[in-house]
């Protein structure tokens, strides 16, 4: 089974028909692709923040991926049979560029206050994120897909 890792290729945050691609791949082959966390790797620990004047995009890819035989205006179908963190954790974050993404405006700013700028690490169980606060639980169960039907863990 062939390995595309972003250790190897690099990682981008869009994709172009202009750009070689960093893998061929036959039809039907099974493959493995590996890739860094929506935030670029830049978070680990609680007291890690999401510096976007480093590495400014989020949800990093790696490609593109050509499929032999694949022609220009073609369909091609692709079954994602599992999707798994590398380092079985994941962070939650609220940043300025947050705020801003959901109220367009940084309207706190206007009202003399803001968001606790706060990481939470959230370490992956299996299928289950367990969201711990005090003696409160809350379990977030992952969706995945398998031959094309959704599932609930």
Request: proline share 7%; glycine share 8%; charged share 25%.
């Amino acid at each position: 089974m062939k390995r595309i890792s972003f250790k190897h290729t690099g990682l981008k945050y869009t994709l172009s028909p202009y750009e070689k691609p960093v893998a061929y791949v036959e039809p039907e082959e099974l493959i493995v692709v590996e890739v860094e966390d929506a935030s670029s790797g830049q978070i680990r620990k609680p007291d890690d923040i999401r510096d976007r004047s480093k590495i400014p995009f989020g949800n990093p890819l790696v490609g593109p991926i050509y499929v032999e035989g694949a022609k220009p205006g073609g369909s091609i179908i692709v079954t994602i049979e599992s999707i798994r963190s590398t380092i079985a954790q994941g962070a939650i974050y609220f940043s300025e560029f947050t705020e801003r993404y959901l109220t367009e405006v940084p309207i706190l700013r206007f009202m003399r206050t803001a968001f606790p700028y706060r990481t939470k690490i959230c370490k992956i169980e299996g299928d289950t994120v367990p969201l711990r606060r005090d003696k409160a639980s809350l379990q977030a169960h992952g969706r995945y897909y398998r031959n094309g039907t959704s599932s609930r863990g």
